[in-house]
T-cell receptor, first 114, second 113 residues
Framework: DAGVIQSPRHEVTEMGQEVTLRCKPI?????LFWYRQTMMRGLELLIY????????DSGMPEDRFSAKMPNASFSTLKIQPSEPRDSAVYFC????????????FGSGTRLTVV | KQEVTQIPAALSVPEGENLVLNCSFT??????LQWFRQDPGKGLTSLLL?????REQTSGRLNASLDKSSGRSTLYIAASQPGDSATYLC????????????FGIGTKLQVIP
């Protein structure tokens, strides 16, 4: 298995632009998570899906953030409009229903909003 | 409030030394605890997963212990190598909800040749 695949690896955009981050989870994993990592706050859970359905989006910072999972093999995290304070590394992770199995993380997308 | 703390934030040791990284958590009602490694600019790699019923897990030179009652876990690295240099994070999965997972901020380890 290729693991969790995220794209792009790096994104530099201007303030006010729309940004879309993409994630392909591991096949067969029922759960998909979006995390944001910053130096100040560490890893924060933004939203997670179970069987393509959003379960908890309480970590999404504001209405400018939205996430979708149209099928079991693809998810997007969109920021519109982007702001400099959104600059961070965004990780996607997936795991199966069995809580005894570890999370698997993607390599992340480093977002810089100028 | 369910929190995870890792101290120290950074650690520098000479090659060959045995070392211990610490993780503490505020609520003993945990389902499991996972240790990750993160290399600069990379994602998180799972190292060890300890279930709440277990006391320790071992993988190669790594040994993770868990003491729920005291709210502590340690990651022991034997005979450290420069290649062990990375940030190590612990993540606690709490009881009472599949995705109540809290990450520590990590300990940045540097092993000096």
């Amino acid at each position: 298995d290729a693991g969790v695949i995220q794209s792009p690896r790096h994104e530099v955009t201007e303030m006010g632009q729309e940004v879309t981050l993409r994630c392909k989870p591991i096949s067969g994993h029922d759960y998909l998570f979006w995390y944001r990592q910053t130096m100040m706050r560490g890893l924060e859970l933004l939203i997670y899906f179970n069987n393509n359905v959003p379960i908890d989006d309480s970590g999404m910072p504001e209405d400018r953030f939205s996430a979708k999972m149209p099928n079991a093999s693809f998810s997007t995290l969109k920021i519109q409009p982007s702001e400099p304070r959104d600059s961070a590394v965004y990780f996607c992770a997936s795991s199966p229903s069995d809580r005894d199995v570890a999370f698997t993380f993607g390599s992340g997308t480093r977002l810089t909003v100028v | 409030k369910q929190e995870v703390t890792q101290i120290p934030a950074a650690l520098s040791v000479p090659e060959g030394e045995n070392l211990v990284l610490n993780c503490s958590f505020t609520d003993s009602a945990i389902y499991n605890l996972q240790w990750f490694r993160q290399d600069p600019g990379k994602g998180l790699t799972s190292l060890l997963l300890i279930q709440s019923s277990q006391r320790e897990q071992t993988s190669g030179r790594l040994n993770a212990s868990l003491d729920k009652s005291s709210g502590r876990s340690t990651l022991y690295i034997a005979a450290s190598q420069p290649g062990d240099s990375a940030t190590y994070l612990c993540a606690v999965r709490w009881v009472g909800g599949y995705q109540k997972v809290t990450f520590g901020i990590g300990t940045k380890l540097q092993v000096i040749p």
